[in-house]
């Protein structure tokens, strides 16, 4: 099946600096990823849709301008989040498909905590 | 998006039968039902899918009501590594196509 690789797997940063977490389809092209965070005991929540080529489209409450997404080929998507404050804590998730499937693969996912 | 509705938690015995439900009672007619779980600390994982007809691969079958309106995901032999959150996600397919969690099925296996 499609793997979709995430680095890194952790980081901790301290607040008010940034941190960028790589998104990469390994064995496939993806034109569209997907964004997710997930608090702990809760559900993924989507945070964005990452185009390659263009401007990612962010979810109803999800600061664009606080977590920046680039899409700069058809095998990497990144996340950075800018300024990060302790509620930033969580854990990252992206997802991308191969055109012709059904499902989405999803990464192993980043845990960020911001100290 | 058709709205959800799944047991918060269940428990089964390792190396008996599951069977996890999902009511989607205001899934359009074109939507497919998806399946995913979540193993602790790793990102979902794409268990099966399916339209009308029952579907079986090797994690495990989908048995999906006449009207629609509900599924159940069956695993036929629960494993340790079967222990998950199972989500059920009805919607177009395609892998272009955001996936929306609901609050899922917390799957317990009792060794």
């Known amino acids: 099946g499609a793997v979709v690789s995430q680095h890194p797997s952790w980081v901790i940063c301290k607040s008010g600096t940034s941190v960028k977490i790589e998104c990469r389809s390994l064995?496939?092209?993806?034109?569209?990823m997907f964004w997710y965070r997930q608090f702990p005991k809760q559900s993924l929540m989507l945070m964005a849709t990452?185009?390659?080529?263009?401007?990612?489209?962010?979810e109803q409450g999800v600061e664009k301008d606080k977590f920046l997404i680039n899409h700069a080929s058809l095998t990497l998507s990144t996340l950075t989040v800018t300024s990060a404050h302790p509620e930033d804590s969580s854990f990252y998730i992206c997802?991308?498909?191969?055109?012709?499937?059904?499902?989405?693969?999803f990464g192993p996912g980043t845990r960020l905590t911001v100290t | 998006d058709a709205k959800t509705t799944q047991p918060n938690s269940m428990e089964s015995n390792e190396e008996e039968p599951v069977h996890l439900p999902c009511n989607h009672s205001?899934?359009?007619?074109?939507?497919?039902i998806h399946w995913y779980r979540q193993l602790p600390s790793q990102g979902p994982e794409y268990v099966i899918h399916?339209?009308?007809s029952n579907v079986n691969n090797r994690m495990a079958s989908l048995a999906i009501a006449e009207d629609r309106k509900s599924s159940t995901l069956i695993l036929h032999r629960a494993t340790l590594r079967d222990a998950a959150v199972y989500y059920c996600?009805?919607?177009?397919?395609?892998?272009?196509?955001?996936?929306?969690f609901g609050t899922g099925t917390k799957l317990q296996v009792i060794p």
């Open positions: 997802s991308a498909s191969p055109t012709s499937a059904y499902e989405q693969y």
């Open positions: 064995d496939f092209q993806a034109t569209t």
């Open positions: 990452s185009n390659e080529g263009s401007k990612a489209t962010y």
């Open positions: 205001t899934i359009s007619g074109t939507d497919y």
């Open positions: 399916g339209l009308t």
């Open positions: 996600i009805p919607g177009n397919s395609g892998g272009y196509q955001k996936v929306t």
